[in-house]
């Protein structure tokens, strides 16, 4: 494997996570801003690792005796694209050899993200699981992707299904859904401030569809890439998502921090009690 492939920093860290293979945990949490890093890691029980590198941000600890890593991927389906492959670079390429593993690991892959409904029975301070996920971005076209050919949404979209995880023993209630992966949050997802998009997701129609047994309830910017090349690599993916506005209302969330903290602490509750 090239060096310019395989971008190591001069200490064998991996380019971008500057992150050694041994830095990393079998369970790992993804969220989005890097300051929600903290806001998981505070409730670890002992935290052992910190690592800041541009917007990734990584510790790993100890909650209730189950190793944990939580990273911050940035904003977007190109961040996701990077941490996902470095990732999986960090526990299945060979750093030394730069050679692939012959026996390949499997992570937990747990994203704790923020999301839009855009469903009228799916309300602010709500808690939603990402069942399946639909890119409408183009990062589906460089990878092997399931076409979603679907009506509404752009011909370039690809859908992907969430790991089957068990949630019986998820700690609160939460609905499961459909959600939208944009590569912007203004004009992909149909905002307008001083630009009008030249083209828009009908989202105000989506709601009225169902696909595969479940509604379009969501629209973020990270989920369909995460499951996309976590399912590609062999890795579990599931997307858990703090409602935080409802587009059709124009309602947001009156306090967005504690609905945040409390998804938090469900996830890390759930993964004490699945591991």
């Given at each position: 494997m090239k060096a310019s492939e395989l971008i190591l920093n001069p200490d064998g860290?991996?380019?971008?996570?500057?992150?050694?293979?041994e830095d990393v945990?079998?369970?790992?949490?993804?969220?989005?801003?890097?300051?929600?890093?903290?806001?998981?890691?505070?409730?670890?029980?002992?935290?052992?690792?910190?690592?800041?590198?541009?917007e990734f941000i990584t510790h790993t600890?100890?909650?209730?005796?189950?190793?944990?890593?939580?990273?911050s991927t940035g904003?977007?389906?190109?961040?996701?694209?990077?941490v996902i492959n470095e990732l999986d670079a960090l526990v299945n390429i060979d750093f030394i050899t730069r050679t692939i593993k012959e026996k390949l690991t499997s992570l937990n892959i747990i994203r704790i993200g923020t999301s839009g409904s855009i469903h009228p029975e799916l309300d602010s301070d709500e808690l939603l699981v990402s069942t399946l996920a639909v890119g409408t971005d183009n990062l589906g076209e460089y990878y092997q992707?399931?076409?979603?050919?679907?009506?509404?949404?752009?011909?370039?979209?690809y859908y992907v299904e969430r790991h089957g995880?068990?949630?019986?023993?998820?700690?609160?209630?939460?609905?499961?859904?459909?959600?939208?992966?944009?590569?912007?949050?203004?004009?992909p997802q149909g905002r307008m401030l001083r630009l009008s998009p030249t083209y828009t997701i009908p989202i105000d129609d989506l709601?009225?569809?169902?696909?595969?047994?479940?509604?379009?309830?969501?629209?973020?910017?990270?989920?369909?890439a995460v499951y996309l090349l976590a399912e590609l690599l062999g890795h579990k993916a599931i997307s858990l998502n703090a409602i935080l506005a409802n587009r059709l209302s124009?309602?947001?969330?009156?306090?967005?921090?504690?609905?945040?903290?409390?998804l938090i602490v469900h996830t890390l509750e759930w993964i004490s009690r699945s591991a």
């Open positions: 860290s991996i380019y971008h996570l500057d992150l050694l293979p945990a079998h369970n790992v949490i993804f969220v989005g801003d890097p300051d929600r890093v903290q806001q998981v890691s505070q409730h670890f029980d002992r935290i052992d690792f910190k690592k800041h590198k541009r600890g100890w909650y209730k005796a189950h190793r944990i890593t939580v990273m904003i977007g389906t190109d961040n996701v694209d990077i992707s399931k076409k979603a050919n679907h009506p509404l949404l752009p011909p370039w979209s995880y068990d949630l019986k023993n998820f700690p609160a209630p939460f609905k499961e859904g459909i959600t939208l992966t944009c590569p912007g949050f203004y004009g709601h009225k569809e169902e696909w595969n047994g479940y509604p379009f309830t969501n629209l973020e910017m990270e989920t369909a124009g309602k947001f969330s009156h306090n967005p921090g504690k609905t945040v903290d409390e």
